[in-house]
């Protein structure tokens, strides 16, 4: 796009760029490139980048540290003498002797014209903001090109009270920066929060959002810019980084956003965005933290089926490696199955039986183990022989692990640690064993790669005669509709009865929930794309008698 030759028009750029947390430099030069793209390729008068750009988001405990401010304080200047001829709207932690704000600078040509600081800050799910910044209340307007401009951060625009009082200073356009996480459902409820705030004050609303994977957290960009009348004239894509332009009309000292000849759809196919935040969050974790490629153990089952098929679109097929670790009681069809999905994608795969490690294992414990049954201590046994090969692999050839267990078997315990849970990500852990199924279709109706029989036969972990999940688990239909109103809804016993399900099952599923949270914190970390994900936002005690005495009261 050239620069805006008609002078009633106004271009402003959204700068929806993926960012590193802690690389307070790196961060700068994005920024700084992001500008004179926007300036010189799009003719833009200002470019927005997210919330805390430039020390990326969340930083955590890296705020506690003196060299950050250190640092961010060489960066704001840096930028101040690199960023001339637009308007650039900064995200950045703002040290002062009264406390740490979560802050944006308008910088412009040299200098700091405005700065506006975060009214609300959460402090719930996956945010723990009270624990490092102090909280404003002082509203900031900038004007561009003669319009009154306000500008609030995140949390600010889902309440009235900092829209309303930017409104009354005479803003003409609010601009509100983000680092808002995915999950499932996020989008519709985003716009509505801004349709509310643009039916309270009658002026466009210009949400940007942060793009990329953190640890846990996906951002998924999809940033959009809402007409006073409510309308979405322009959305940004979804999961995908880029500097877009948007078109205003000036007119009496207003800024009046256009419909985009083109615009990206809001996006209403739940697997796909949940398939895209998974993609791209395996690649960004992988190659953040250093990896150019990763190991997965083939099993021939759904989960690592599906696992492979996100590494590989994340990653390359010449970045992927799977390895077979066949078992006495590994079905031949799994073999079969986990052959044709590794050649159909194009990946590395060998085979590594672990019956002479197993054999290994029994005889060095013949004597600790005599006199007492067969139990699961054998099954564990052969995760384990798997896990170790793995991580061998992984350590030797310098390739991250990805680990492939789902939330439902996390939930309820249906893993082994120091086996299959071995490994530096958990691709599928906040993906319920109904999505996995649900995504596995999703996934062939684009390129059919895995084999149809691993979506249909009864899933089986193979680590004892005719095993099936069915054994030691009630159906996953069921199991996932109790652990959905337990873990994301907060409902008691009595609820989920009440809601139609068995009494025993119930308490059988709440009860290994709550004495299997030793083993999730334990866990690689994994992608997060349900309002209530294992880990950052769900912190259970590891010892407790809470479950122990459940009443009607469990609530």
Same mark, same amino acid.
């Given at each position: 796009?050239?620069?805006?030759?008609?002078?009633?028009?106004?271009?402003?750029?959204?700068?929806?760029?993926?960012?590193?947390?802690?690389?307070?430099?790196?961060?700068?030069?994005?920024?700084?490139?992001?500008?004179?793209? *926007?300036?010189?390729?799009? =003719? !833009?008068?200002?470019? &927005?980048?997210?919330?805390?750009? /430039?020390?990326? @988001?969340?930083?955590? $405990?890296?705020?506690?540290?003196?060299?950050?401010?250190?640092?961010?304080?060489?960066?704001?200047?840096?930028?101040?003498?690199?960023?001339?001829?637009?308007?650039?709207?900064?995200?950045?932690?703002?040290?002062?002797?009264?406390?740490?704000?979560?802050?944006? *600078?308008?910088?412009?040509? =040299? !200098?700091?014209?405005? &700065?506006?600081?975060?009214?609300? /800050?959460?402090? @719930?799910?996956?945010? $723990?903001?009270?624990?490092?910044?102090?909280?404003?209340?002082?509203?900031?307007?900038?004007?561009?090109?003669?319009?009154?401009?306000?500008?609030?951060?995140?949390?600010?625009?889902?309440?009235?009270?900092?829209?309303?009082?930017?409104?009354?200073?005479?803003?003409?356009?609010?601009?509100?920066?983000?680092?808002?996480?995915?999950?499932?459902?996020?989008?519709?409820?985003?716009?509505?929060?801004?349709?509310?705030?643009?039916?309270?004050?009658?002026?466009?609303?210009?949400?940007?959002?942060?793009?990329?994977?953190?640890?846990?957290?996906?951002?998924?960009?999809?940033?959009?810019?809402?007409?006073?009348?409510?309308?979405?004239?322009?959305?940004?894509?979804?999961?995908?980084?880029?500097?877009?332009?948007?078109?205003?009309?000036?007119?009496?000292?207003?800024?009046?956003?256009?419909?985009?000849?083109?615009?990206?759809?809001?996006?209403?196919?739940?697997?796909?965005?949940?398939?895209?935040?998974?993609?791209?969050?395996?690649?960004?974790?992988?190659?953040?933290?250093?990896?150019?490629?990763?190991?997965?153990?083939?099993?021939?089952?759904?989960?690592?089926?599906?696992?492979?098929?996100?590494?590989?679109?994340?990653?390359?097929?010449?970045?992927?490696?799977?390895?077979?670790?066949?078992?006495?009681?590994?079905?031949?069809?799994?073999?079969?199955?986990?052959?044709?999905?590794?050649?159909?994608?194009?990946?590395?795969?060998?085979?590594?039986?672990?019956?002479?490690?197993?054999?290994?294992?029994?005889?060095?414990?013949?004597?600790?183990?005599?006199?007492?049954?067969?139990?699961?201590?054998?099954?564990?046994?052969?995760?384990?022989?798997?896990?170790?090969?793995?991580?061998?692999?992984?350590?030797?050839?310098?390739?991250?692990?990805?680990?492939?267990?789902?939330?439902?078997?996390?939930?309820?315990?249906?893993?082994?640690?120091?086996?299959?849970?071995?490994?530096?990500?958990?691709?599928?852990?906040?993906?319920?064993?109904?999505?996995?199924?649900?995504?596995?279709?999703?996934?062939?109706?684009?390129?059919?790669?895995?084999?149809?029989?691993?979506?249909?036969?009864?899933?089986?972990?193979?680590?004892?005669?005719?095993?099936?999940?069915?054994?030691?688990?009630?159906?996953?239909?069921?199991?996932?509709?109790?652990?959905?109103?337990?873990?994301?809804?907060?409902?008691?016993?009595?609820?989920?009865?009440?809601?139609?399900?068995?009494?025993?099952?119930?308490?059988?599923?709440?009860?290994?929930?709550?004495?299997?949270?030793?083993?999730?914190?334990?866990?690689?970390?994994?992608?997060?794309?349900?309002?209530?994900?294992?880990?950052?936002?769900?912190?259970?005690?590891?010892?407790?008698?809470?479950?122990?005495?459940?009443?009607?009261?469990?609530?």
């Amino acid at each position: 796009m050239n620069s805006v030759s008609d002078s009633t028009s106004r271009c402003i750029a959204v700068a929806q760029i993926n960012l590193l947390v802690g690389d307070i430099e790196g961060n700068a030069t994005a920024i700084i490139e992001a500008a004179i793209h *926007a300036r010189d390729e799009l =003719g !833009a008068q200002a470019v &927005v980048f997210p919330e805390l750009a /430039l020390c990326g @988001y969340p930083p955590e $405990d890296l705020l506690l540290r003196p060299g950050m401010y250190e640092r961010m304080d060489a960066a704001m200047r840096h930028l101040q003498a690199e960023i001339t001829g637009i308007h650039a709207l900064v995200g950045f932690a703002q040290k002062t002797p009264a406390g740490v704000y979560n802050a944006a *600078a308008v910088i412009a040509d =040299g !200098a700091i014209l405005a &700065v506006a600081r975060k009214h609300h /800050l959460p402090n @719930y799910s996956v945010f $723990d903001e009270k624990r490092y910044f102090i909280a404003a209340n002082n509203t900031c307007v900038f004007e561009l090109q003669g319009v009154p401009v306000g500008v609030c951060i995140c949390e600010d625009i889902w309440y009235p009270e900092p829209a309303a009082k930017l409104r009354a200073a005479g803003a003409q356009l609010i601009i509100n920066i983000n680092a808002s996480p995915f999950h499932k459902d996020k989008g519709p409820e985003r716009e509505n929060i801004v349709r509310e705030r643009v039916r309270e004050n009658a002026v466009p609303i210009l949400y940007t959002n942060l793009v990329g994977g953190q640890d846990e957290l996906v951002f998924d960009g999809a940033s959009f810019v809402m007409s006073a009348e409510g309308e979405i004239r322009q959305r940004m894509p979804n999961f995908e980084a880029g500097i877009f332009p948007l078109q205003f009309d000036l007119r009496d000292k207003k800024l009046l956003p256009r419909p985009a000849p083109q615009s990206f759809q809001s996006g209403t196919d739940q697997n796909a965005l949940i398939y895209q935040a998974l993609v791209l969050g395996v690649r960004d974790f992988v190659r953040k933290n250093g990896f150019s490629s990763v190991i997965i153990g083939l099993s021939g089952g759904i989960d690592s089926a599906l696992t492979l098929a996100i590494a590989v679109d994340a990653l390359g097929a010449e970045n992927v490696e799977v390895v077979m670790m066949p078992s006495r009681y590994t079905a031949d069809m799994s073999v079969e199955d986990a052959t044709e999905q590794a050649r159909s994608m194009k990946v590395k795969y060998h085979v590594l039986p672990i019956e002479p490690a197993f054999n290994a294992f029994l005889d060095i414990l013949k004597e600790e183990f005599s006199g007492r049954p067969v139990d699961t201590t054998e099954e564990n046994i052969q995760a384990r022989c798997r896990g170790v090969l793995l991580m061998a692999i992984s350590n030797k050839k310098g390739k991250m692990l990805l680990t492939t267990g789902n939330k439902s078997e996390m939930a309820v315990g249906y893993a082994t640690l120091y086996g299959d849970m071995a490994g530096g990500y958990d691709v599928l852990k906040d993906v319920p064993k109904t999505r996995v199924y649900q995504l596995s279709h999703y996934r062939n109706r684009i390129t059919a790669v895995i084999p149809q029989r691993v979506i249909t036969r009864p899933p089986s972990a193979e680590l004892a005669p005719d095993q099936k999940d069915s054994d030691s688990l009630p159906d996953y239909d069921t199991l996932d509709a109790i652990l959905e109103r337990y873990v994301e809804q907060d409902q008691g016993l009595e609820d989920i009865v009440a809601a139609g399900f068995e009494r025993d099952t119930v308490a059988q599923v709440l009860q290994r929930v709550d004495r299997n949270e030793y083993k999730r914190r334990q866990a690689a970390p994994g992608v997060r794309i349900s309002p209530r994900a294992f880990g950052r936002d769900r912190r259970y005690p590891i010892t407790s008698g809470y479950g122990r005495h459940r009443t009607q009261d469990d609530h």
